[in-house]
């Protein structure tokens, strides 16, 4: 058995990241104080990648 690699779907792609982009704005919001500037800026980074995308809203 051999695993094949299969392109993803671009709006699975956008959902996708989009998902990332929600889990790491509700682990910032959480964590409040605690969370420090990692999870800020992980979601800054994502927000940048799903905005630079072709993702429509």
């Known amino acids: 058995m051999r695993d094949r690699c299969q ?3 671009a709006e ?3 959902d996708s990241w989009k998902q990332r982009l929600a889990e790491a704005g509700m682990r910032w919001r959480l964590a409040g104080s605690r969370a420090g ?3 800020g800026a992980e979601f800054q980074r994502l ?3 799903v905005q630079a995308s072709d993702c429509p809203g």
Do not use: I
């Open 7 to 9: 392109p993803v779907a």
């Open 12 to 14: 699975a792609l956008c």
């Open 37 to 39: 500037d990692a999870d």
């Open 47 to 49: 927000l940048a990648v």
